[in-house]
């Protein structure tokens, strides 16, 4: 199978770029999505993002968290950069970490349709204590709704040591 034709990249502007503009404030239209060249495969796709950072809504400080984002991708996929740049754009939002994760999520879902995504964002501690919402989604209908009350339901039978990141 060949590479990306002019076509299949139609959309993507930020990728290569020079001149990005970073948004200032929570920008969902950031989010870029392409083809996705195997639909007929189940398979993840897995981002880490360690230097995630919003605003408390009440006293304005900053918030950092790593958010982790797994999809299993359907008909679109979305572009690295552009998810960069949208979630670079939470760094002057104001918003609860459950609000952030919940938010990342159906904007994505919005622009992908994935047949299953889920969001997990890991916050570092303020005023000692941590915060790690989860959420996720399966498409309605499909396998992959089970899949997601299971993985809800299962979450976190075994967490991690906690080590104040």
Known sequence: ???RSKEELHGITYLGDQNTRYPDNYAPE????FMNKHPENDYFVKFNCPEFTSLCPMTGQPDFATIYISYVP?????ESKSLKLYLFSFRNHGDFHEDCVNIIMKDLIRRMEPKYIEVWGKFTPRGGISIDPYCNYGKPNTKWEQVAFNRLVNHDLYPEKVDNR
């Open 1 to 3: 199978m060949s590479g």
């Open 30 to 33: 950031m989010l870029e999505c």
């Open 74 to 78: 359907d008909l679109k996929m979305v």
